[in-house]
C-alpha cells in the first residue's frame, strides 16, 4: 500500500504492533492463537536436512497439484481508526479462481463493492500478495533463495510439527521474497501453517510501498493436500513523510478466505508421495490421514 498524501491526516501513533514496516530485516512472529502449545527445543529423530528436502519436494506436489483446482478467494483490506477501534476505509473483493476453456488459469470478478479506502492505495504488489504471495510454497526451485534453520517441535491443534525459521539469503527489490517461520507436519512432512512476511517493502519518503506481516492456515482437502483456508495479516506501517508531509501510522488488517476447492477436469497427472491420483481421488494405498487441522 501507498499513503494518500494529498489527505490531511492527524493521526500520531506512539507505537506499533509485532511485525510493522519498522522492522527491515528481521522478523517477529505474529501473536499465535490458543491452538499453539509450547515449543520443544529438541532435536528431530531424523536428520534436518532430510527433513528439508523432503517437505520441499512435497511443497512441489502440492503447487502442482493447487494449479490445477478452481477455489473462490474472498480478499478484505481495511485500515482501522484506533481512536475508535473501528474500520474506517475497506477494499473487498470475492473472485472466483477458475479456467477458461482452453485451460488458461484466470480470477474471475463476483462481487467487488466500491473501494472506500481513503487512507492507503492498493498497489499492484497488494495485489500479487493477495493472489500468488499469501499461498507461499518452499518448492526445490526456490529452495536454494533461502536459509531455512530448524527451531524446534510444536504442536498445532492435534498436529506434532517441526519448526523453522525461512531467511531470505539475498534482498532484492526486484524479487520479493518470504521472510519468516514454517511448521511442517512432523508425519506428513507437509506444511500447514506459514508466518511471515514479504522483503522487501519500498520505504523511500514520500512514496513508500509497504505490506503488514501475514499468517496463512492450510487444511487438507480431498484427503490428500494442505491448501490454503485463511490468511490474516495484520499491522501498523509507518510511511515515511516527504515533499512537507508528516510521518504517518496507519493500522491495516487484511483478511483472505480460500473456500469450494475443486478439481478442474483435465488429462494433467497429479503426482502424490510419487504416486498418480489423478483419476477417484482416492488416497493412495486406501490412507488416510485421521488428523483435525489447524483452525485459525
Same mark, same amino acid.
Given at each position: 500500500?501507498?499513503?494518500?498524501?494529498?489527505?490531511?491526516?492527524?493521526?500520531?501513533?506512539?507505537?506499533?504492533?509485532?511485525?510493522?514496516?519498522?522492522?527491515?530485516?528481521?522478523?517477529? %512472529?505474529?501473536? @499465535?492463537?490458543?491452538?499453539? $502449545?509450547?515449543?520443544?527445543?529438541? &532435536?528431530?529423530?531424523?536428520?534436518?536436512?532430510?527433513?528439508?528436502?523432503?517437505?520441499? &519436494? #512435497?511443497?512441489?506436489?502440492?503447487?502442482?497439484?493447487?494449479?490445477?483446482?478452481? !477455489?473462490?478467494?474472498?480478499? /478484505?483490506? +481495511?485500515?482501522?481508526?484506533?481512536?475508535?477501534? #473501528?474500520?474506517?476505509?475497506?477494499?473487498? +473483493?470475492?473472485?472466483?479462481?477458475?479456467?477458461?476453456?482452453?485451460?488458461?488459469?484466470?480470477?474471475?470478478?463476483?462481487?467487488?463493492?466500491?473501494?472506500? @479506502?481513503?487512507?492507503?492505495?492498493?498497489?499492484?504488489?497488494? @495485489?500479487?500478495?493477495? +493472489?500468488?504471495? !499469501? =499461498?507461499?510454497?518452499?518448492?526445490?526451485?526456490?529452495? /536454494?533463495?533461502?536459509?531455512?534453520?530448524?527451531?524446534?517441535?510444536?504442536?498445532?491443534?492435534?498436529?506434532?510439527?517441526?519448526?523453522?525459521?525461512?531467511?531470505?539469503?539475498?534482498?532484492?527489490?526486484?524479487?520479493?521474497?518470504?521472510?519468516?517461520?514454517?511448521?511442517?507436519?512432523?508425519?506428513?512432512? @507437509?506444511?500447514?501453517?506459514?508466518?511471515?512476511?514479504?522483503?522487501?517493502?519500498?520505504?523511500?519518503?514520500?512514496? /513508500?510501498?509497504?505490506?503488514?506481516?501475514?499468517?496463512?492456515?492450510? *487444511?487438507?482437502?480431498?484427503?490428500?493436500?494442505?491448501?490454503?483456508?485463511?490468511?490474516?495479516?495484520?499491522?501498523?506501517?509507518?510511511?515515511?513523510?516527504?515533499?512537507?508531509?508528516?510521518?504517518?501510522?496507519?493500522?491495516?488488517? +487484511?483478511?483472505?478466505?480460500? &473456500?469450494?476447492?475443486?478439481?478442474?477436469?483435465?488429462?494433467?497427472?497429479?503426482? !502424490?508421495?510419487?504416486?498418480?491420483?489423478?483419476?477417484?481421488?482416492? =488416497?493412495?494405498? $486406501?490412507? /488416510? #490421514? %485421521?488428523? *483435525?487441522?489447524? =483452525?485459525?
Amino acid at each position: 500500500m501507498v499513503m494518500r498524501w494529498w489527505m490531511v491526516l492527524t493521526m500520531a501513533i506512539a507505537c506499533a504492533l509485532p511485525g510493522s514496516a519498522q522492522e527491515k530485516d528481521t522478523f517477529t %512472529p505474529m501473536p @499465535l492463537d490458543s491452538g499453539f $502449545g509450547p515449543m520443544k527445543l529438541v &532435536a528431530p529423530s531424523i536428520p534436518v536436512d532430510q527433513i528439508i528436502q523432503q517437505f520441499a &519436494a #512435497k511443497e512441489a506436489e502440492y503447487q502442482q497439484a493447487l494449479d490445477h483446482y478452481t !477455489y473462490r478467494r474472498t480478499a /478484505s483490506v +481495511e485500515t482501522i481508526d484506533d481512536d475508535t477501534n #473501528k474500520v474506517d476505509g475497506q477494499w473487498y +473483493e470475492v473472485d472466483d479462481v477458475i479456467f477458461s476453456p482452453n485451460g488458461a488459469r484466470l480470477d474471475k470478478v463476483v462481487y467487488a463493492p466500491p473501494n472506500s @479506502l481513503t487512507r492507503i492505495i492498493m498497489m499492484p504488489s497488494d @495485489l500479487q500478495d493477495i +493472489e500468488h504471495n !499469501y =499461498q507461499f510454497v518452499l518448492t526445490p526451485e526456490n529452495l /536454494s533463495q533461502y536459509d531455512v534453520k530448524y527451531v524446534g517441535r510444536q504442536q498445532i491443534d492435534q498436529v506434532d510439527c517441526y519448526v523453522f525459521d525461512v531467511t531470505p539469503k539475498t534482498i532484492d527489490k526486484k524479487n520479493r521474497r518470504f521472510l519468516g517461520r514454517v511448521w511442517v507436519d512432523a508425519q506428513e512432512l @507437509l506444511i500447514v501453517v506459514t508466518d511471515g512476511r514479504m522483503v522487501p517493502d519500498d520505504t523511500k519518503r514520500g512514496g /513508500s510501498d509497504l505490506h503488514p506481516p501475514f499468517i496463512t492456515w492450510r *487444511q487438507q482437502i480431498d484427503g490428500h493436500y494442505w491448501f490454503p483456508v485463511y490468511t490474516k495479516g495484520e499491522g501498523i506501517l509507518h510511511f515515511a513523510g516527504g515533499n512537507g508531509y508528516m510521518d504517518q501510522d496507519v493500522h491495516i488488517r +487484511e483478511t483472505v478466505k480460500y &473456500a469450494d476447492y475443486k478439481r478442474f477436469g483435465s488429462t494433467t497427472t497429479i503426482i !502424490y508421495n510419487g504416486q498418480d491420483i489423478t483419476q477417484n481421488g482416492q =488416497q493412495p494405498n $486406501g490412507q /488416510s #490421514k %485421521p488428523k *483435525q487441522a489447524p =483452525q485459525p
